[in-house]
């Protein structure tokens, strides 16, 4: 079986350092070091109100990555130009509203069907590979493909909310999978992704067919845990 990739957001490590309006804790440090331990891509999503990942973030971690960068962008016009210059490899099309703490669901596709349907074009003859944030039904599947996407991410918050809370998701779960299945037949290259974890990616890892995840907020605050220990020792050390 081959290895689902692992895409890794790091948008949240440049809240913490926008926070304190620092140049730290450095995305492109997080980038370079997710790249080291394995990571298959880097996702950053430039925000309309530059809340996390700023233009000149882009520029650098574009500039310095050997994997494939994944920019999430809103279908505006300023993001088009800003992704047909900075040309990455990867383009996520996400829905976004400014009042929003996070991206709460998937795109709607009944809106701007044409000048998404251009964005696609323009940004696949740049030569990134696109693909559409949506929900996990055979409708926005049926309409990704027709807009000429190369791949869909499906939106993973309902069943991560249904794990975390420890409710039945098997409907969810099932739905999930049928939209998978439709998906691959249809040509489309299937990814997951918002509100994962440990328990929520083992068991969509479950469903074959999707071929990449994307994770972020989870995966950074865990990282805090992970290395906590460590930072503690080395200033103890230097206290001494
Ligand atoms: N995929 C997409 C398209 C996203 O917009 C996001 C962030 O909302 C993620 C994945 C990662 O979600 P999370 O930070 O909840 O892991």
Redesign the pocket.
Not at 193 to 196: A, E, S
Not at 214 to 219: D, E, R, Y
């Given at each position: 079986m081959s290895q689902i990739r692992l895409g890794v957001?790091i948008?949240?490590v440049a809240t913490v350092r926008n926070a304190r309006g620092e140049n730290y804790p450095s995305p492109l440090r997080a980038a370079i070091t997710a790249q080291k331990f394995g990571a298959h891509s880097i996702?950053i999503?430039l925000r309309e109100d530059r809340r996390h990942i700023i233009d000149s973030d882009l520029r650098i971690i574009k500039s310095k990555l050997k994997i494939p960068l994944n920019l999430?962008i809103a279908a505006t016009k300023e993001m088009l130009k800003i992704a047909l210059k900075n040309k990455p490899s990867f383009i996520?099309i996400?829905p976004e509203k400014r009042k929003e703490i996070?991206?709460e669901g998937g795109l709607n596709l009944n809106h701007n069907r044409n000048f998404l349907k251009k964005l696609i074009n323009k940004l696949k003859k740049n030569k990134s590979r696109v693909s559409l944030?949506i929900e996990p039904n055979i409708k926005d599947i049926e309409i990704s493909k027709s807009l000429n996407a190369d791949c869909v991410?499906l939106h993973t918050g309902k069943i991560c909310n249904l794990i975390n809370k420890k409710k039945n998701y098997t409907k969810e779960f099932e739905k999930i999978k049928k939209a998978v299945v439709f998906g691959n037949n249809l040509g489309l290259e299937i990814h997951a992704?918002?509100?994962?974890n440990f328990r929520s990616a083992k068991i969509l890892s479950k469903i074959k067919g999707i071929k990449e995840f994307?994770?972020?907020?989870?995966?950074i605050g865990e990282s805090i845990f992970i290395s906590l220990g460590s930072a503690i020792k080395k200033f103890k050390k230097i206290l001494k």
């Open positions: 957001n948008d949240h996702t999503h999430e996520c996400v996070t991206t944030f991410e992704g918002h509100g994962l994307n994770i972020g907020h989870f995966l």
